[in-house]
């Protein structure tokens, strides 16, 4: 299995930026292998939806409402994706899981446990 942990979640005022860093591993120091790697926020009440993706090669994705505010990167040599986000607004609120896509004896999707971004007003 592999497991990721995000972190740099939390509270900001409308205007202002965060950074989101989701770390991969694998336990007992076994080989995996990741092909994309994404963002997705849930709002309360609402789907869980995707922010922001990139694939191993660095081709990335955004969600309309994010492009040109938010910024998705990975190093592939630490296994981590980032999710540089600026011009925060209240309605970027949510928590957001990190996703990666990856082999670990056999491909699979995996998921963070999710940090909790607040924009205030």
């Known amino acids: 299995q592999v497991q990721l942990v995000e972190s740099g979640g939390g509270l900001v005022q409308a205007g202002g930026s965060l950074k989101l860093s989701c770390a991969a591993s694998r336990s007992g120091f076994r080989g995996f292998s990741i092909n994309t790697m994404g963002w997705y926020r849930q709002a309360p009440g609402k789907q869980r939806e995707l922010v922001a993706g990139?694939?191993?090669?660095?081709?990335?994705n955004y969600a309309d409402s994010v492009k040109g505010r938010f910024t998705i990167s990975r190093d592939n040599d630490k296994n981590t994706a980032y999710l540089q986000m600026n011009s925060l607004k209240p309605e970027d609120t949510a928590v957001y899981y990190c996703?990666?896509?990856?082999?670990?004896?056999?491909?699979?999707?995996?998921w963070g446990q999710g940090t909790q971004v607040t924009v205030s007003s």
């Open positions: 990139i694939n191993r090669g660095g081709s990335t």
């Open positions: 996703n990666a896509y990856a082999y670990a004896d056999r491909w699979s999707d995996y």
